[in-house]
């Protein structure tokens, strides 16, 4: 059964025409159906127009996907973005399944990074030595809930790409949210909603000699204008981009734009 998926975005131009007149009708996805980016008749034309979409936008059946975004202590951001991924995961399946979403408990970071630390030890490694450990916890030994009632494990992992925006996209679309690492530059803790972070690029951590410092977050959207690609993620920092209205009533936080 598919979900009702109630209001999108109106700027999704996803069927296009070729110059020798072909037809692209859109790829379909769970949450959002991608524009075929290259013409299907052969000639070779490309997908030009602008897009975006953003699980944050999207309800499924009334519901919201994502949840409220997580708060880590510490350095632990990949162990909360894991958490948050999981957690959202199972409340799109409860959605899809007409179960009320806001019973999936909140998934324990904490529980994750304690079954690293039993299995690696005293750590003093990089980021991607986590990423990739940490979900084979999640396949192995899986994760608890907050209130330890739960325990979710991962049947599979994959990794996509970088640099393949389209995979990227299409896997948001049919609703998975993704683990990925931003580069960190001065810009990112003070970015406002609506900026788009710029991450610094890596040579420039080589030229001024010091380490290249990553932080975690999950991707729930992806766009490209005028040909270039950007990514919507969900940070688990305190009142990251906040965004309130005209009276100052709280409206969102947590969400960022990021370009790649
Ligand atoms: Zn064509």
Known sequence: MAPIRGTRSTRNQVTWTCKAGHINDPQEHLLFDMPCFECRCGCGEKFDNDFEFFMGDVKVNNHDVIGEPMHQEGATCVAFAYAKIME???????IIEKKDPDLVPVMSAEDLVHKYEKLIGNDTSTGIKKV??????????GIRSEDKKTLYKVSDISTIRRDDCESIASALGKGFPLHAGLRVGKNLQKLKFCQIYKPPHGSQFIAQRIPVKGHAVVLIGAGRKKG???YFFLNSWRRFCVRKDSRGKLLRYGVGFSAI
Not at 88 to 94: D, L, P
Not at 136 to 141: A, G, T
């Open 88 to 94: 959202s995961t199972k409340r799109m399946k409860a």
């Open 228 to 230: 270039r690609w950007y």
């Open 132 to 141: 990739v450990h940490m979900a084979q916890i999640l396949k192995d030994q």
